[in-house]
């Protein structure tokens, strides 16, 4: 289908999307603490810089909480990006140790302890 709308024939490995999707998701839960701080400096990121398309300070503090509310959701969109670059070294390391079988199911094993780290950790702070 796709090779129909463009003149070039390109190859998509899915077993690499599928394995550094799963490293990312993983290294997201477990590192929950440093994807909160990601997203918060993006906001912060993205806050300053809509500020200087702003020449009048009334429009400005008029839409503000709009603005915050969508870059906000932005950031939350933008946060995984560092997650994914690392997941695919995480997954590309796995591929050259233990072969392209194992990618896969190494990151869904990830994917289950992170999940269950965080479970724990989220009812440790609760109590």
Same mark, same amino acid.
């Given at each position: 289908m796709l090779s129909d709308l463009?003149? %070039? @024939? %390109? ?5 690499? $999307? ?15 603490? =440093? ?11 993205? @806050? *300053?810089?809509? #500020? ?7 429009? *400005?503090?008029?839409?503000?909480? !709009? #603005?915050? &509310?969508?870059n906000a959701f932005y950031a939350?969109? %933008? &946060? $995984?990006?560092? %997650?994914?670059? =690392?997941?695919?070294? +995480? @997954?590309?390391?796995?591929?050259? &140790?233990?072969?392209? &079988? ?7 094993? !990830? +994917? $289950?302890? +992170?999940? $269950?780290?965080?479970?724990?950790? #989220? ?5």
């Open positions: 463009l003149p %070039f @024939n %390109f190859h998509l490995d899915t077993t690499a $999307i599928a394995g550094t999707g799963m490293w990312a998701l993983a290294l997201y839960l477990g590192l929950s603490s =440093v994807s909160s701080w990601v997203m918060e400096q993006l906001t912060r990121w993205f @806050n *300053f810089a809509e #500020r200087s398309l702003y020449t009048s300070v009334e429009e *400005f503090d008029r839409t503000r909480p !709009a #603005r915050e &509310s969508q939350s969109m %933008f &946060s $995984i990006v560092p %997650f994914l670059l =690392v997941g695919s070294l +995480c @997954n590309y390391g796995v591929e050259l &140790s233990l072969g392209r &079988s194992w990618a896969i199911s190494m990151g869904m094993m !990830a +994917c $289950i302890g +992170c999940g $269950i780290y965080e479970l724990g950790r #989220r009812d440790g702070q609760s109590e």
